[in-house]
């Protein structure tokens, strides 16, 4: 019983000491660990929550940790949440802070670039002086290796929240309990905004901010809903594209309108250019709506509901559909492809070159579709041949006649080339494409 009571006395003196640090803590505060004590002797465990220092108090912490460590076997372990929110930031009650607190607290959810970009730009316009909304922290998807024993690696979006100084939540999945809790106790969100998140949103999580989560997704809905949008209206040829911005709801991207946009594109757009355009237009669109949301406005009641005859769903893209048939589409067909896989997969097609009867697998970077054709009822060539012009790609004779001209390839485990650089190195030898042939093979 004294050995137990020691142990117990001293885990007290351990979190007496981790909360004098706490209070020490400026206002501008930084994450740290959560401690879990384990106690050796018993199957039960003492969890000390995460909480915020500067870097000053952080190591004033570590020491404290390090040496209780030694004595009573602590494990450390990272938070659950990557990082929490800090009781100053969200329960300010000083008189300065007045005119902040009657601000409306926005949450960002979001992971990739595009919406990196979308978070800086919604974080500027919340710092100006007669902004009625503030950014209170950031929801994205948890830090990811790069490679099997790399180092973790926070996505886009966490980064920049980091440089922000702003508080980020990694939660494995948005239904989470202890998240949905978090959310609903700490954070007290009044209005949520998505970009790319990346995950199902629970009516839990819907019914916790008062004016509702608006979403930029990069289409014209109720054209294209679902996950790839940009791909897919590129890959079917769609001019013009768009962007909407809209409320969430439980049925994915079925929410009523606040604000569409419309956008022309060349006939050779590529989604990786398209993309970051659309969640620019989109975020500025959505600048314009959260005031009218805040003021009541815009609501769910009001909104524009879309209309379900006119529903186009995406499907999620297959590696598979990266390759190229061109004895069964025509060369516009596999331009579309080209230019909506262009982030990934990647499109390719299988050539033989001279007499070697090894299929070489070339990606297909760039293309567009000459308007000269050649008639269906001669008989076609599979031979690839670079056109006379000193700009001119490698042209391809597809199934209809139609012919696409390749500008920028990639041969397997090559660098990308334009079209000359890929003639010079057959050194003479023809080229053919080849059908029937699966990816697999």
């Not at 000193?390 to 001209?405: M, N, Y």
Request: hydrophobic fraction near 35%; charge should be negative; aromatic fraction near 6%.
């Amino acid at each position: 019983m004294r050995n137990s009571a020691t142990i117990n006395h001293s885990t007290a003196l351990v979190i007496v000491a981790i909360i004098t640090t706490m209070a020490a803590c400026s206002s501008i505060l930084r994450p740290c660990y959560a401690f879990q004590v384990v106690r050796t002797t018993r199957l039960t465990s003492l969890r000390i929550g995460s909480y915020f220092s500067t870097s000053s108090s952080t190591q004033s912490a570590s020491l404290v940790a390090t040496k209780y460590n030694r004595q009573h076997h602590i494990q450390l372990l990272p938070h659950p949440h990557v990082r929490s929110f800090s009781s100053t930031h969200l329960h300010s009650s000083s008189s300065d802070d007045e005119s902040n607190n009657e601000k409306t607290r926005i949450l960002f959810l979001g992971t990739p670039d595009v919406a990196a970009t979308s978070l800086k730009t919604l974080y500027e316009a919340s710092q100006r002086p007669d902004s009625p909304y503030e950014l209170v922290g950031v929801v994205t998807q948890p830090p990811k290796r790069r490679k099997r024993r790399g180092k973790e690696i926070a996505s886009p979006v966490g980064l920049v929240a980091e440089e922000l100084g702003l508080e980020v939540l990694c939660p494995e999945k948005a239904r989470d309990k202890d998240f949905l809790d978090l959310l609903e106790e700490e954070v007290r969100p009044d209005l949520c905004v998505t970009a790319a998140y990346g995950q199902f949103l629970p009516k839990r999580f819907l019914a916790t901010p008062k004016f509702g989560t608006l979403n930029i997704h990069p289409s014209l809905l109720p054209r294209w809903r679902g996950s790839s949008p940009v791909q897919r209206s590129l890959e079917s040829g769609d001019n013009p594209v768009g962007v909407s911005v809209l409320f969430t709801v439980s049925k994915m991207d079925a929410g009523p309108i606040v604000s569409q946009q419309s956008h022309a594109i060349d006939a050779n757009e590529q989604a990786t250019t398209l993309l970051p355009t659309l969640f620019d237009i989109g975020t500025q669109a959505l600048l314009e709506a959260i005031p009218k949301v805040i003021a009541g406005e815009i609501t769910m009641d009001n909104a524009m509901e879309q209309d379900e005859s006119l529903v186009v769903e995406t499907n999620m893209i297959d590696a598979a559909e990266g390759q190229l048939f061109p004895e069964r589409m025509s060369a516009l067909e596999c331009h579309n492809r080209i230019r909506g896989f262009s982030m990934w997969p990647g499109t390719f097609l299988y050539f033989q070159i001279g007499d070697d009867e090894t299929p070489v697998k070339v990606k297909v970077v760039e293309s567009k579709v000459l308007e000269e054709t050649v008639d269906a009822d001669d008989e076609l060539t599979r031979m690839i041949v670079r056109g006379e012009k000193k700009k001119d790609g490698l042209r391809l004779i597809c199934g209809d006649g139609s012919i696409l001209e390749m500008n920028k390839v990639q041969p397997a485990t090559r660098n990308v080339m334009d079209a000359k650089s890929f003639v010079n190195g057959l050194q003479g030898r023809t080229v053919v494409w080849l059908s029937g042939l699966d990816s697999d093979e």
